[in-house]
Protein backbone atom coordinates (compact mmCIF):
# COMPACT_ATOMS: atom_id res chain seq x y z
CA UNK A 1 0.00 0.00 0.00
CA UNK A 2 1.48 3.19 -0.85
CA UNK A 3 1.48 5.78 2.29
CA UNK A 4 -0.86 9.13 1.31
CA UNK A 5 0.76 12.36 1.97
CA UNK A 6 -0.82 14.33 4.43
CA UNK A 7 -2.47 16.90 1.85
CA UNK A 8 -4.38 14.03 0.64
CA UNK A 9 -5.41 12.88 4.05
CA UNK A 10 -6.11 16.17 4.93
CA UNK A 11 -8.86 16.38 1.89
CA UNK A 12 -10.05 12.42 2.96
CA UNK A 13 -10.57 13.88 6.39
CA UNK A 14 -12.21 17.40 5.06
CA UNK A 15 -14.70 14.67 2.77
CA UNK A 16 -15.64 12.32 5.58
CA UNK A 17 -16.24 15.15 8.15
CA UNK A 18 -19.83 15.57 6.63
CA UNK A 19 -21.07 18.03 9.09
CA UNK A 20 -18.14 20.44 9.10
CA UNK A 21 -17.47 20.50 12.84
CA UNK A 22 -14.13 19.57 12.38
CA UNK A 23 -14.20 15.97 13.51
CA UNK A 24 -15.01 12.44 12.34
CA UNK A 25 -17.49 10.40 14.73
CA UNK A 26 -16.93 6.94 14.58
CA UNK A 27 -20.15 6.58 11.83
CA UNK A 28 -18.05 8.80 9.09
CA UNK A 29 -14.58 6.60 9.97
CA UNK A 30 -16.03 3.63 9.81
CA UNK A 31 -17.79 4.13 6.37
CA UNK A 32 -14.49 4.94 5.13
CA UNK A 33 -12.78 1.76 6.55
CA UNK A 34 -15.43 -0.44 5.22
CA UNK A 35 -14.91 0.83 1.84
CA UNK A 36 -11.47 -0.27 2.07
CA UNK A 37 -12.43 -3.62 3.19
CA UNK A 38 -11.37 -3.20 6.87
CA UNK A 39 -14.35 -4.38 9.52
CA UNK A 40 -15.06 -3.24 12.76
CA UNK A 41 -17.97 -3.19 15.01
CA UNK A 42 -18.54 1.36 16.83
CA UNK A 43 -17.57 -0.99 19.74
CA UNK A 44 -14.55 -2.26 18.18
CA UNK A 45 -13.85 1.29 16.93
CA UNK A 46 -14.22 2.99 19.82
CA UNK A 47 -12.63 1.03 21.84
CA UNK A 48 -9.21 1.27 19.15
CA UNK A 49 -9.61 4.97 18.84
CA UNK A 50 -10.40 5.24 22.44
CA UNK A 51 -12.99 7.91 21.78
CA UNK A 52 -16.26 8.59 19.98
CA UNK A 53 -15.20 11.09 17.48
CA UNK A 54 -11.37 12.31 15.98
CA UNK A 55 -9.80 15.63 15.02
CA UNK A 56 -7.22 15.30 11.98
CA UNK A 57 -3.93 14.91 14.00
CA UNK A 58 -5.95 11.88 15.71
CA UNK A 59 -6.73 11.19 12.04
CA UNK A 60 -3.34 11.13 11.22
CA UNK A 61 -2.22 9.39 14.36
CA UNK A 62 -5.07 7.01 13.85
CA UNK A 63 -3.54 6.56 9.58
CA UNK A 64 -0.31 5.70 10.72
CA UNK A 65 -0.86 3.16 13.29
CA UNK A 66 -3.54 0.57 10.50
CA UNK A 67 -0.67 1.20 8.11
CA UNK A 68 2.27 0.45 10.40
CA UNK A 69 0.09 -2.69 11.42
CA UNK A 70 -0.22 -3.84 7.81
CA UNK A 71 3.84 -3.00 7.38
CA UNK A 72 3.96 -5.58 9.97
CA UNK A 73 1.48 -8.08 8.62
CA UNK A 74 3.46 -7.98 5.20
CA UNK A 75 6.95 -8.49 7.57
CA UNK A 76 5.50 -11.41 9.16
CA UNK A 77 3.98 -12.99 5.90
CA UNK A 78 7.59 -12.22 4.23
CA UNK A 79 9.56 -13.90 7.04
CA UNK A 80 7.14 -17.25 6.44
CA UNK A 81 7.80 -17.11 2.62
CA UNK A 82 11.42 -16.83 2.89
CA UNK A 83 11.56 -19.66 5.98
CA UNK A 84 9.27 -22.40 3.44
CA UNK A 85 12.12 -21.11 0.48
CA UNK A 86 14.92 -22.23 2.53
CA UNK A 87 12.98 -25.27 3.78
CA UNK A 88 12.33 -26.41 -0.29
CA UNK A 89 15.79 -25.08 -1.07
CA UNK A 90 17.50 -27.65 1.82
CA UNK A 91 15.08 -30.32 -0.11
CA UNK A 92 17.29 -30.17 -3.54
CA UNK A 93 20.46 -29.31 -1.82
CA UNK A 94 21.18 -33.22 -1.01
CA UNK A 95 24.90 -32.26 0.25
CA UNK A 96 24.46 -29.17 1.78
CA UNK A 97 26.71 -27.65 0.22
CA UNK A 98 24.38 -24.25 -0.38
CA UNK A 99 23.93 -24.72 -3.41
CA UNK A 100 21.85 -27.02 -5.95
CA UNK A 101 23.42 -28.84 -8.51
CA UNK A 102 22.14 -30.22 -11.53
CA UNK A 103 22.68 -33.95 -10.27
CA UNK A 104 20.73 -33.30 -7.25
CA UNK A 105 17.76 -31.24 -9.12
CA UNK A 106 17.45 -34.42 -11.46
CA UNK A 107 17.53 -36.80 -8.52
CA UNK A 108 15.09 -34.77 -6.66
CA UNK A 109 13.04 -34.25 -9.75
CA UNK A 110 13.11 -38.50 -10.22
CA UNK A 111 12.10 -38.84 -6.39
CA UNK A 112 9.18 -36.66 -6.72
CA UNK A 113 8.08 -38.39 -10.32
CA UNK A 114 8.77 -35.22 -11.93
CA UNK A 115 11.79 -36.20 -14.27
CA UNK A 116 11.23 -37.70 -17.61
CA UNK A 117 14.14 -38.71 -19.16
CA UNK A 118 12.06 -39.02 -22.66
CA UNK A 119 11.51 -35.38 -22.33
CA UNK A 120 14.53 -34.34 -23.27
CA UNK A 121 14.81 -31.93 -20.53
CA UNK A 122 17.99 -30.95 -19.18
CA UNK A 123 19.10 -29.97 -15.86
CA UNK A 124 21.78 -27.69 -17.20
CA UNK A 125 19.56 -25.85 -19.46
CA UNK A 126 17.05 -25.58 -16.65
CA UNK A 127 19.33 -24.37 -13.71
CA UNK A 128 21.23 -21.71 -16.31
CA UNK A 129 18.17 -19.81 -16.95
CA UNK A 130 18.00 -18.93 -13.00
CA UNK A 131 21.51 -19.13 -12.46
CA UNK A 132 22.94 -15.16 -12.73
CA UNK A 133 26.22 -15.93 -11.50
CA UNK A 134 26.93 -18.29 -13.99
CA UNK A 135 28.59 -21.25 -11.38
CA UNK A 136 26.41 -23.40 -12.94
CA UNK A 137 24.96 -24.11 -9.72
CA UNK A 138 21.50 -22.34 -7.60
CA UNK A 139 22.23 -20.69 -4.53
CA UNK A 140 20.08 -19.90 -2.38
CA UNK A 141 19.23 -15.91 -3.82
CA UNK A 142 18.32 -17.51 -7.31
CA UNK A 143 16.88 -20.32 -6.28
CA UNK A 144 14.72 -17.59 -4.13
CA UNK A 145 14.38 -16.05 -7.49
CA UNK A 146 13.22 -18.92 -9.53
CA UNK A 147 10.54 -19.77 -7.63
CA UNK A 148 9.08 -16.26 -6.71
CA UNK A 149 9.24 -16.06 -10.81
CA UNK A 150 7.43 -19.42 -11.10
CA UNK A 151 4.54 -18.04 -9.39
Not at 20 to 38: A, H, K, P, Q, T
Not at 45 to 68: A, P, Q, R
Not at 94 to 109: A, P, Y
Amino acid sequence: MCPLKAKDLHRIFQKLDKNGDGLLSLDELNWLLERIGVNFSLEELESSVGKSSLNFDEFLLFYDSITKQNDDKNEIVEEKEEQDLAKAFNVFDLNGDGFISCEELQSVLARLGLWDETSGKDCRSMIHVYDTNLDGVLDFQEFKNMMLHAN
